[in-house]
């Protein structure tokens, strides 16, 4: 009964370090998505992989990349942190069409 | 530029009374329709869904959906102090080309449910 889960929970980098998000699904489902979530922001879409083998950029792309291991596998990567990506992110997955999508619990991630 | 819209609230409410959460979306192409809860903390929980035009009714919760208008809604009936949260309502715009259904989500309204 897992569905979606999120490596780690919380985080704390330097300015300049580098560090990937982890993401797994076992609902069998073709969509994934990342997004970060600040106060007064709401959430906002940073990447998705529409099926396994693809990626696309979302609302706010920029300092991540993403890669779409398997299907059940999708991965946030912050190649040089920098304050301002201190957030919350949260990975979610769909199904097919316009079903809705699922979270898991969230990484926090300071960045000093 | 597709935006939601929501009021941020705080909505306070006695226990027992009916909260009505509000959200209004800018484009008239939209498919489907989701409210999320989400705790102080934790991540956005699915409440309810719905696609099409009139009432759909879960438990203590009623969705409501006015395409016309370009409106949707959460009812909360017999409000307890569990459901005190943010709500978030997102909108499904419909095929966004390479596979992909996106969601864009209000920025939510926090509800307090006051005992």
């Not at chain 1, 993401?23 to 940073?46: E, F, K, T, V």
């Not at chain 1, 201190?86 to 991630?109: E, I, K, M, N, W």
């Not at chain 2, 929980?45 to 438990?59: F, H, P, R």
Request: aromatic fraction near 12%; glycine fraction near 10%.
């Amino acid at each position: 009964n897992a569905g979606v889960t999120q490596t780690p929970k919380f985080q704390v980098l330097k300015t300049g370090q580098s560090m990937t998000l982890q993401c797994a699904q076992d609902m069998n489902h073709n969509s994934m998505y990342w997004y970060r979530q600040d106060p007064g922001m709401g959430l906002r879409l940073i990447y998705y992989s529409a099926s396994e083998g693809t990626t696309d950029k979302g609302e706010v792309p920029n300092g991540y990349n993403v890669s779409r291991l398997n299907k059940r596998e999708f991965s946030l990567r912050l190649e040089s942190a920098a304050p301002s990506q201190t957030s919350v992110y949260f990975c979610a997955s769909s199904g097919t069409g316009d079903q809705p999508q699922h979270f898991g619990d969230g990484t926090r991630l300071s960045i000093l | 530029q597709k935006e939601v819209e929501q009021n941020s609230g705080p909505l306070s409410v006695p226990e027992g009374a009916i909260a009505s959460l509000n959200c209004t979306y800018s484009d008239r192409v939209s498919q489907s329709f989701f409210w999320y809860r989400q705790y102080s903390g934790k991540s956005p929980e699915l409440i309810m869904s719905i696609y099409s035009n009139g009432d759909k009714e879960d438990g203590r919760f009623t969705a409501q959906l006015n395409k016309a208008s370009q409106y949707v809604s959460l009812l909360i009936r017999d409000s307890q102090p569990s459901d005190s949260a943010t709500y978030l309502c997102a909108v499904n715009w419909g095929y966004s080309g390479a596979g992909s259904y996106q969601l864009t989500f209000g920025k939510g309204t926090k509800l307090s449910v006051i005992p």
